[in-house]
Nanobody
Framework: QVQLVESGGGLVQAGGSLRLSCAAS????????MGWFRQAPGKEREFVAA??????????DYADSVKGRFTISRDHAKNTVYLQMNSLKPEDTAIYYC?????????????????WGQGTQVTVSS
């Protein structure tokens, strides 16, 4: 089992920044890949970003809608993954979820992830 706890959400004006954190505990050695997803009211959950750990470095993947504005990173010593969100837009408003996967890739589908956090609300005002 892996437990994931997100934090860092809040209310911010358009153009502002937030940094989300996801602290992992439990059998984290199974978490090769960590991802962020989001779900806006009335919409389906969508992929935001993912980072895969390897001995030679990390591989990242981003949704086109956030590429160049969001940065995912991972601190192995703290078992924490971050999502730095800059130049936020009202359409970024959603509940953001952290997820972990045993995959050796960076799945964009939620089906590829084994454990999920409870989510943190991000609201961007115009």
């Amino acid at each position: 089992q892996v437990q994931l706890v997100e934090s860092g959400g809040g209310l911010v004006q358009a153009g502002g920044s937030l940094r989300l954190s996801c602290a992992a505990s439990g059998r984290t050695f199974n978490s090769n890949t960590m991802g962020w997803f989001r779900q806006a009211p009335g919409k389906e959950r969508e992929f935001v970003a993912a980072v895969r750990w390897s001995l030679t470095g990390g591989t990242t993947d981003y949704a086109d809608s956030v590429k160049g504005r969001f940065t995912i990173s991972r601190d192995h010593a703290k078992n924490t993954v971050y999502l730095q969100m800059n130049s936020l837009k009202p359409e970024d408003t959603a509940i953001y979820y952290c997820a972990s996967s045993r995959s050796n890739g960076t799945p964009r589908s939620g089906i590829g992830y084994d454990y999920w956090g409870q989510g943190t609300q991000v609201t961007v005002s115009s």
